[in-house]
């Protein structure tokens, strides 16, 4: 069996990639990776030498690319991480998410129909079903719930989902998508909440968090997804879509003083900037279906998993710090300098 994992530098595509070397080691699994400003290649070092493992730079919208790899490796499997995912971002420059997560996918789609692939997971996100009222802790998404975009980014990422779906009907070709919750762990970029908020705390800066704070998050341990993912490649029913979700709800403003609490930082590092646009409220998701179809749970509680994350961040301080003294550092200076 051999797989092809876009995306396989970034966060959740690297973990997975470590997943699935170690769950099914007899394997064979190719990196695809542009190496844009999330995509680290030193993530990968610790599986590069491995003799079922390939590493190729190219860019999911490269059509002669990514069909000349087909060619080299006859994939079985195609697991789409590939995407732009910050929300700021793409409230900033939302055509390159365009591009990206909506064209690529459909090049990427494009080649495995032509050399037979047999499956096309896409990795999608619970974004794409907007948000839910803070006042009403009984409702979580389901895979029924409207697709209700909020930013360019959701809203990529659900034009991406809704070309998976059609090129099943449309063409036969053989796929299954993934909807997850916010994810936490090992590797991830410093532009999300719990690793900007962890070194912003370590190096004693100000806190930057929007609003007052009270957004509600699912989170979702990283591994738990990579598991989930595993078990639907292997028993998920084609043409359909599941939900992972952490049972984790948190809101943002709690998430940050249990990091000042851990490093023992004060809370008045926190500092509440002004809200971003169009800001979601809450995410839940109701993961019913994947647990009854495929018998998958998150095994990791938040407590567990934060304490290990913050845990790895404090253990891996050469690995960040490599990313915010580059171009990292203009981004956040140039997104938090005038809120």
């Known amino acids: 069996m051999t797989t092809i994992v876009t995306g396989g530098a970034g966060f959740i595509g690297s973990n997975f990639i470590f997943y699935m070397l170690k769950k099914h080691p007899e394997e064979r699994i190719i990196c695809v990776d542009k190496l844009t400003y999330a995509g680290n290649l030193s993530t990968l070092a610790s599986v590069m030498d491995n003799p079922n493992f390939r590493f190729v730079k190219a860019d999911i919208c490269d059509e002669s690319a990514i069909d000349q790899l087909f060619v080299e490796e006859h994939p079985d499997v195609v697991v789409n991480f590939a995407a732009e995912s910050h929300v700021d971002r793409s409230i900033k420059d939302p055509n390159i998410f365009l591009q990206t997560n909506i064209m690529g996918t459909a090049n990427l789609m494009n080649v495995a129909r032509k050399y037979g692939v047999q499956r096309f997971h896409q990795v999608s996100t619970d974004e794409v079903y907007g ?154 998701i109701d993961p019913t279906k994947i647990h009854n179809e495929l018998g998958w749970l998150p095994e990791t509680n938040f407590k567990d998993g934060i304490a290990e994350t913050l845990k790895w961040y404090q253990d891996n301080q050469d690995w960040w710090q490599q ?6 550092q203009k981004y956040y200076e140039k997104m938090y300098a005038n809120r």
């Open 131 to 284: 948000d839910l009222p803070l006042d009403r802790p009984d409702l979580f998404f389901t895979e029924e719930t409207p697709i209700h975009t909020s930013s360019p980014y959701s809203s990529s990422k659900a034009a991406a989902d809704l070309l998976v779906l059609a090129y099943h009907r449309t063409y036969g070709l053989p796929v299954t998508i993934s909807r997850c919750s916010n994810n936490y762990g090992s590797y991830q970029f410093p532009e999300k909440l719990i690793p900007l908020m962890f070194i912003d705390a370590t190096e004693n800066r100000p806190l930057p968090v929007y609003g007052e704070g009270l957004n509600v998050r699912d989170w979702l341990y990283v591994e738990d997804h990579c598991q989930a993912i595993d078990l639907i490649l292997q028993n998920g029913r084609v043409g359909e879509v599941y939900n992972i979700g952490g049972h984790n709800e948190m809101r943002n403003i709690d998430i940050v003083k249990i990091i000042c609490q851990t490093l023992g930082k004060p809370e008045s590092l926190i500092e509440h900037v002004t809200d971003r646009k169009g800001h979601d409220r809450r995410y839940a």
């Open 323 to 328: 990313i915010i003294n580059g171009d990292y």
